[in-house]
């Protein structure tokens, strides 16, 4: 926080010398934020705004959907769509102010005291300072754990709640940006390159392929064109998310329980053998009803092609027709 109040003293100070350094608007922003962590019974779990939203992706699934006109017309760019826990990261001056979890993409909550881009820490995942950048910098991105670890999703949402900053590091965590604002290029290859020479690992780099994904992204490389589409409440007009409508993989119904969820409805479970979907083991699914159960038309003992919803949630799609490509798979997944 001492950060940005130097900050804000500077650009007042600069301003009335007739030198500002900032825009009003981007002063009236900060300024606002400061007085909100200063606020009597300011709590960080509450929320902090960033300092530019992170917007969702509008889904589309391959070979089902109508694409974008945009993407016939060339000049777009493709990047994995990496399966981890996004943060952004404000910098000041170049200097480390503040890092977010994503949130709900207006207000996130601070995780400064982890080694992300904390000055504390050597090994943190991101840099601490940067040279010659704008003065204010936000970088949002991906933190990231290797698809060889089990729940690798999970490992690195999870990292986002410690506590301790030394169990966080324990982990084999990566930091990968995906974006800054302001862009600090014309295009965003050129500032993916530009992040690259500051020290940040992005998503148009190389050696990704050790982390899990769930689909790819598509964007307008320029951003000129990029901006001119605008946004809805949700998304971004100019990138969207493309993904694979999943088959599901098979596994085996052990047993069906009843839970009782927080408003006291309860709902039938399904347990399952354990199965390895997308770096996460999975031996629960929800079946939503009894009506549902009788639609799949599945009883225990029965094989059962699986999902992740969402990529996050268990779920059974439909009863599983026994082959050899499905006996491998559930060979491998034993």
């Not at 009894?290 to 779920?315: K, Q, T, W």
Request: charged fraction near 25%; include cysteine; hydrophobic fraction near 35%.
């Amino acid at each position: 926080m001492s950060n940005l109040k130097n900050f804000l003293e500077l650009a007042s100070k600069l301003y009335y010398q007739g030198n500002p350094i900032i825009s009003d608007v981007q002063y009236d922003a900060l300024e606002e934020k400061f007085g909100e962590l200063k606020k009597p019974g300011y709590n960080p779990g509450t929320g902090i705004s960033h300092y530019y939203p992170l917007y969702s992706l509008k889904k589309y699934y391959d070979g089902e959907d109508d694409l974008p006109d945009w993407v016939e017309g060339g000049g777009t760019i493709k990047t994995p769509k990496l399966d981890g826990a996004v943060v952004s990261i404000l910098y000041i001056n170049g200097w480390t102010t503040q890092v977010l979890t994503r949130g709900d993409g207006e207000k996130g909550v601070d995780i400064n005291h982890l080694p992300i881009a904390n000055i504390d820490y050597s090994k943190s995942l991101a840099p601490h300072y940067l040279k010659d950048v704008p003065p204010i910098l936000q970088i949002s991105g991906e933190i990231v754990a290797p698809k060889t670890l089990d729940n690798a999703r999970n490992i690195a949402a999870g990292a986002t709640n410690l506590k301790d900053p030394n169990e966080f590091l324990s982990r084999d965590l990566t930091f990968v940006a995906h974006d800054t604002y302001p862009n600090l290029e014309e295009t965003y290859s050129k500032t993916c390159t530009t992040l690259e020479v500051l020290g940040f690992r992005t998503v148009l780099g190389s050696g990704l392929d050790i982390f899990p994904t769930d689909g790819e992204v598509y964007r307008i490389n320029n951003y000129a064109r990029f901006f001119s589409l605008g946004y809805t409440s949700k998304y971004p007009r100019g990138a969207f998310a493309l993904k694979q409508r999943t088959e599901g993989q098979p596994t085996k119904l052990l047993d069906v329980i009843w839970q009782t969820g927080k408003s006291g409805k309860v709902t039938p479970v399904a347990i399952l053998a354990p199965i390895n979907i997308d770096g996460a083991t999975v031996t629960r699914a929800t079946l939503n009803n009894v009506g549902f159960i009788e639609a799949l038309d599945i009883e225990i003992g029965d094989y059962v092609m699986v999902e992740r919803s969402g990529g996050i949630i268990p779920r059974i799609i439909k009863k599983a027709e026994l082959t050899e490509d499905n006996a491998e798979q559930l060979k491998n997944n034993s």
